[in-house]
Every structure is written in structure tokens, then in C-alpha cells.
């Protein structure tokens, strides 16, 4: 049984920073992501790593530059470092895991946390 459990959601304003945690509880994983959905939209990526190939990592374009992907060393833990937060960065964010490598779509990945919320306020 895996489970993963995210914590760091929170109020903040804009230019602010959080950081979300994502426990993953069971199986190592080999992708595992970071989604965040606002109602009425589909869920998107927000940033994502390989944790068996060398910690490769990907960003939605809207993030890059903003937000870091990473892991601990045991690879259990993944985290996002969210800085220069606007209001539209507001949305609940899903930390997402998968056994198999190279996994980027939400449709694909197996495992999901509960969400955590993020608000920014401007």
C-alpha cells in the first residue's frame, strides 16, 4: 500500500514563498510529480523528477525560473520550492508518483496524495 501525504499548502501573498512536502509512504517510486487544479480546470503539471535517472527534472513553462523540484536523500520525501508566488499560482496542489520511469501525464500516474491548498493573495 502506498501512500503519499503533502503538507506546506497555506495563505501568502504575492512575491511570497512556500514550500510543499510530499511523504511517500510504501514502494520507491521512479516519477513522481508535482499538479495543482483550480475548479472548472483540468489538472496540470507543475514540475516533475526521475528519481532513478540521475534526479532529472521537468517545469511547466509558467514555473520555471520560480519553482524547485526535489527530493531527499533517501528519496522518500519530494519537495517544491515555490518563490516569486502570484495569484495565479493559486490552486490545490497533488503530489503525484508513479513505479515506472519517465511518467509526466496526470492520466498516467497511479498515486496521489490528498491535495494541499495553495493561496496567493495580491
Known amino acids: 500500500q502506498v501512500q503519499l501525504v503533502e503538507s506546506g499548502g497555506g495563505s501568502v501573498q504575492a512575491g511570497g514563498s512556500l514550500r510543499l512536502s510530499c511523504g511517500v509512504f510504501?514502494?520507491?517510486?521512479?516519477?513522481m510529480a508535482w499538479f495543482r487544479q483550480t475548479p472548472g480546470k483540468e489538472r496540470e503539471g507543475v514540475a516533475g523528477?526521475?528519481?532513478?535517472?540521475?534526479?532529472?527534472?521537468w517545469y511547466a513553462d509558467a514555473v520555471k525560473g520560480r519553482f524547485t523540484i526535489s527530493q531527499n536523500n533517501a528519496k522518500n520525501t519530494l519537495f517544491l520550492q515555490m518563490n516569486s508566488l502570484t495569484a495565479e499560482d493559486t490552486a490545490m496542489y497533488y503530489c503525484?508518483?508513479?513505479?515506472?520511469?519517465?511518467?509526466?501525464?496526470?492520466?498516467?500516474?497511479?498515486?496521489w496524495g490528498q491535495g494541499t491548498q495553495v493561496t496567493v493573495s495580491s
Open positions: 523528477i526521475f528519481t532513478r535517472a540521475g534526479s532529472s527534472t
Open positions: 510504501g514502494n520507491s517510486m521512479s516519477s
Open positions: 503525484a508518483a508513479d513505479p515506472r520511469n519517465g511518467i509526466t501525464n496526470a492520466q498516467k500516474f497511479i498515486y
